[in-house]
Nanobody
Framework: DVQLQASGGGLVQPGGSLRLSCVAS????????MSWLRQAPGKGLESVSD???????AYADSVKGRFTISRDNARNTLYLQMNNLQPEDSGIYYC?????WGQGTQVTVSS
């Protein structure tokens, strides 16, 4: 069965950085597009970034120029490098493939 294990969240001050990781198993990782989404407290799920199996990427306007998505197919791992974090970036970050979701990792940006 598909499993997605996200990690790397934490508490960071505005302007700080975090790198999220998502280790995948149970499917051929290199063949699938992967996504990061987030949910802020009291808000709906928001798409953050996608990476296709050919490494093409897409970003929400709110994170362009600050976040970078990448993948390591040899390690079955998806990454999200987040720089210049702002309080509005706070929330639970999920990795996703198809209809499968990881458990999420909490990101809190606060001074």
């Amino acid at each position: 069965d598909v499993q997605l294990q996200a990690s790397g969240g934490g508490l960071v001050q505005p302007g700080g950085s975090l790198r999220l990781s998502c280790v995948a198993s149970g499917f051929r990782f290199s063949s699938f597009a992967m996504s990061w989404l987030r949910q802020a407290p009291g808000k709906g799920l928001e798409s953050v970034s996608d990476i296709m199996n050919d490494d093409r990427t897409a970003y929400a306007d709110s994170v362009k120029g600050r976040f970078t998505i990448s993948r390591d197919n040899a390690r079955n791992t998806l990454y999200l490098q987040m720089n210049n974090l702002q309080p509005e970036d706070s929330g639970i970050y999920y990795c996703n493939v198809g209809s499968a979701w990881g458990q999420g990792t909490q990101v809190t940006v606060s001074s």
